[in-house]
């Protein structure tokens, strides 16, 4: 990914945006070409490995071992010219994102696979649910497990970008976010939190 200096991700915010936004593009290579699966993944407590499955059919489980690169997309939005105090200037976009690359390998270790299913009820389900996973019958989770493929991508390189207009002045970023504070949706109020918070630091 091409990241200029000033829109670095510092590292401590990479594992953020991954914890944040979850939902990614799992790229690798095969013989018909590069295919891709979305799925949400969940990043180790030592930070050194990624965790997910997929469905028993999908061919890309055939990338084991092999490299794979995850992309995570965090929050993005329009950035119109019209909110900078000069006309000579263009439209862009401004986002967040994290490449990680890393080298696949498949679980095959009961436990951890109960434990990472487990971990992903827990990260997305809400905390007043009334579903729980361990009250389900045991023979119809083995069932289901049946059908997919746990693994996990040991990391070998990590990055992120967070484009927040910190190429522009503090004054035009300032009427960036006070325009993005006008409008109703929940990208557009991420990336004014963010760029707030990158006026700060």
């Known amino acids: ?3 200029p200096k000033d829109f670095q991700m510092e590292t401590e915010f990479i594992y953020q945006s991954i914890e944040e936004y979850p939902f990614s593009v799992l790229v690798s290579g095969s013989e018909n070409g590069l295919v891709a699966t979305h799925l949400p993944l969940l990043l180790s407590d030592d930070k050194q490995k990624l965790v997910g499955h997929f469905a028993k059919p ?4 055939e990338s084991v071992s092999k490299e794979v690169l995850c992309i995570f997309s965090g929050p993005h939005c329009y950035i119109s ?3 900078y105090e000069t006309e000579r ?4 976009w ?7 690359k890393g080298i696949l390998n498949i679980v095959d270790d009961p436990e951890k696979i109960q434990k990472s299913l ?12 009334k579903y729980q996973i361990e009250s389900v019958d045991t023979n ?4 289901l497990k049946k059908g997919i493929v746990p693994f996990e991508i040991q990391i070998t390189h990590i990055e992120g970008k967070q484009k927040l207009s910190q190429n522009h002045s503090v004054e035009r970023r300032n009427l960036v976010i006070s325009n993005l504070d006008l409008l109703p949706g929940e990208n557009e109020k991420a990336i ?3 760029m707030r918070k990158n006026l700060i630091q």
């Open 89 to 92: 200037a263009v439209p862009t």
């Open 81 to 83: 010219p019209s909110w």
């Open 192 to 194: 004014a939190s963010l």
């Open 94 to 100: 401004n986002f967040t994102a994290v490449h990680v």
């Open 58 to 61: 999908n061919p890309q489980k």
């Open 118 to 129: 487990v971990a992903l009820v827990q990260r997305f389900e809400s905390k007043d649910s």
């Open 1 to 3: 990914m091409y990241i």
């Open 140 to 143: 119809y989770i083995e069932g």
